[in-house]
């Protein structure tokens, strides 16, 4: 009898293994969000850019201190999720923020967010959104401050408050200008929808050009880093609740299209919902999951004190995504149906 | 020809099989001694007939089937029989075997006690005989043939499914087999038919063999009711529950067999194997074996004598390369790695795997992201996203109410986890605790 062979390693099968890993997926959204920061930067120009700097920075700094004890090598912050935590929270911000708000997000964000309950994976609520929840709910005038655009001239020209001391009273000066939805629910002044697909609008970082969104979204779900039903069933839901409203009383209902393209709607249903640690994972699930953000939205934008209601939205869905998991368990392969079973 | 059908979920694995496809099956020279374990199928070993110091001759009975759910073993050569002792098993334990001695010289002819006049038999003695020729199921399960083709009372068979879709990578013996037995596979259908009255037979193939499928069809005997079924080239294809949902559009109750819908699976390779044996009387002695990787020096398709020992094919096949790490029995998703060179080739060994350092070196896990490819991955409909959160912490009995007992082990969602999580491994590991529990919850 022979002494087992050292060359001959000890695993269990299978050998075969998809390429791509965590990271990879990762590093995947990170590209497909390269084209709407360049697109911010374009608009908003050295602010916006200080912006997603910042928050990426001090996700990525504080995750890697409190959880790699200094060592670089096996720190979370490698897997690539803190930097795209902190790139989708600058997305949110209005580009004239104080970086030094932004800053104080971006450490909730990965800490209250995500470190908190576990790190990668055991999160409850996607952990960008719940900064801007933070900032939200402690800066409201300085969140709701939109400044106009500029193009590549401009670039130099500060937005508003970017480098306001902490803390202080930031003063806001003349140069604000109102977000389409805004304008719609104070004013009943709709915007162009071609303004709105392709960003040369006031709002937020990265909810100005609907159309780059949608191109890196399409990309990752054609790579599978992201679930298609999602942001359809978003859209598909806004869409039709919106267009039902509008036709009962088109006076006061915004129409379906203008609320599919403003606001946060497309980035949130393309890049916050589908965020997978916070959303279902059972296909069934997936849509019930979306239709809830969906009607959510239309609830809050037509009904509520807010124009903007998808950050709201996703994370109250966040909240039932493990009841809806539990209740939306995929009927298995052969099945059998216990009704069928019993004795009457 | 109609479009190619196949199951819902599942996943596409690098093929790997150009490897071998295009060789000719090629017997290996006759090894100086056999291994024979007398456990080499599912259900009771068999029991030892012959003695040390016996001549034995080829295809001779040496041991008797140990009940109904076993089959006997043949000598694989004529030799002597110069032990029955403990020896390592590709299972990874030692068993009880024949060491015999091959006698040199010798023509190797085959030991004719098994010639029959088939087409005279009722289906009952039918059954008999295939069990007196040491059938099983020669795809990698080794469950005895006939146990399947005995069908129970008040059940009945309406249709005969021929695996022919060999969905591991790397393995192409079944795919050799379909392009250069075909007669067998005919005749072997035939019997099966017969013996279970079967409506309709169908041979089912991965249309990656579209030459396995054009030679098949253009063998057809014209008065056998039998359909070539292409599909498409999907893991795990050949899994019984995935062909006869992707053939018949049926689904296997949890828990039941496919009789319970009226079908019987045999492995093509089988099939083949029935039909020598009823044409001229040949048992299961000697079995097609893809011999492949990148980590042997000349991959190709032998046909072996059953108990040849690894260590005799891998220096017939030029040896391993450097870089060898692992060596595997059966495919890269649900074969065994071995440990030992001198472990025998069985009656189930469909193919030996080499593996390189590259392949099987262990990759860094993640926190799992719930990233759901998992749950589109799995043939079964499971969540082995939850499975696998459960299993972490070992909450086996929540398991069950994810129906964790039907996981037939295919190991989808392992490849596609881009976590790294090794969830099929942890899953059999819970498979196995429950069980155990409920045997004991049984005895009590």
Known sequence: ?????????????????????????????????????????????????????????????????????????????????????????????????????AALGSAVAIVFGKLLFGGLGQNVFNPSLTGRAFLQACFPVALTTWSPQGGLGAFLE????????????????????????????????????GALLFGTIPGSLGETSAILILLGGAYLGWRRFLNWRIPVGIFGTVYLFASALNMIDPGRFTDGLHHLLSGGLVLGAVFMATDPVSSPVTPRGMWLFACGIGVLVILIREFGGLPEGVMYAILLMNAATPLIDRITQPGIYGAVDHRAGRGD | MTQARTFRHGIHPAEHKALTAGRLIERIAFPDEVILPLAQHIGAPSRPLAKPGDKVYRGQIIAAEGGF???????????????????????????????????????????????????????SALIEHIQRGGFVGLGGAAFPTHVKLAIPEGKHARWLLINGCECEPYLTSDHRIMLEWADSIFLGVRVLARILGAEKSFIAVETNKWDAIKTLVSRIPADLACELVPLETKYPQ??????????????????????DVHVVVQNVGTVAGIGDFFAFGQPLIERVVTVTGPAIRRP???????????????????????DAREILFGGPMMGTPQQFLDVPILKGTSGIVCLTEE????????????????????????????????????RYDEMMDYNIMDCMEC??????????????????????????????????
């Open chain 1, 1 to 101: 009898m022979t002494r087992r062979d050292p060359q001959f390693v000890i695993a269990t099968p299978p050998f075969a293994k998809r390429a791509v890993d965590t990271p990879a997926i990762m590093r995947h959204v990170i590209y497909a969000l390269v084209p709407v920061m360049i697109a911010a930067v374009y608009f908003f120009g050295v602010s916006a850019l200080l912006l997603i700097a910042v928050c990426t920075g001090t996700c990525m700094l504080l995750e890697w201190l409190l959880t790699g004890r200094g060592n670089l090598g096996n720190s979370p912050v490698r897997d690539g999720s803190a930097a795209v935590t902190g790139i989708l929270l600058a997305l949110t911000l209005p580009p004239g923020l104080p970086l030094w708000m």
């Open chain 1, 158 to 193: 500060m937005r508003g408050d970017t480098l306001a001391l902490p803390l202080l009273r930031p003063v806001f000066d003349g140069i604000s200008a109102a977000t389409p939805l805004a304008r719609m629910k104070f004013e009943s002044e709709p915007t162009d929808l």
């Open chain 2, 69 to 123: 759910v076993s089959v006997p073993l043949h000598a694989s050569v004529t030799g002597t029989v110069s032990a029955i002792a403990k020896h390592h098993h590709p299972n990874g334990s030692l068993a009880d075997a024949f060491v015999i001695e091959v006698e040199q010289n010798s023509p190797q002819t085959l030991y004719d006690e098994h010639a029959t006049d088939w087409e005279e038999m009722p289906p």
């Open chain 2, 238 to 259: 050949g899994a019984e529950k995935m062909l006869i949902k992707a053939v018949l559009d049926q689904e296997v109750p949890s828990g039941k067999l496919p009789i």
């Open chain 2, 300 to 322: 190709t398709t032998l046909l072996v004598p059953i108990g040849t020992r690894l260590s005799n094919i891998l220096e017939h096949c030029g040896g391993l390369t450097e």
């Open chain 2, 359 to 394: 392949q099987v070196k262990s990759r860094q896990e993640y926190p799992c992201i719930r990233c759901a490819a998992c749950l589109d991955a799995c043939p079964i409909f499971l969540n082995p996203s939850a499975l696998g959160s459960l299993a972490r912490t070992a």
């Open chain 2, 411 to 444: 190991g989808s969602c392992s490849y596609v986890c881009p976590s790294n999580i090794p969830l099929v491994q942890r899953f059999r590991v819970a498979k196995g605790v429950l069980r155990e529990k409920q045997a004991r919850g049984k005895a009590a």
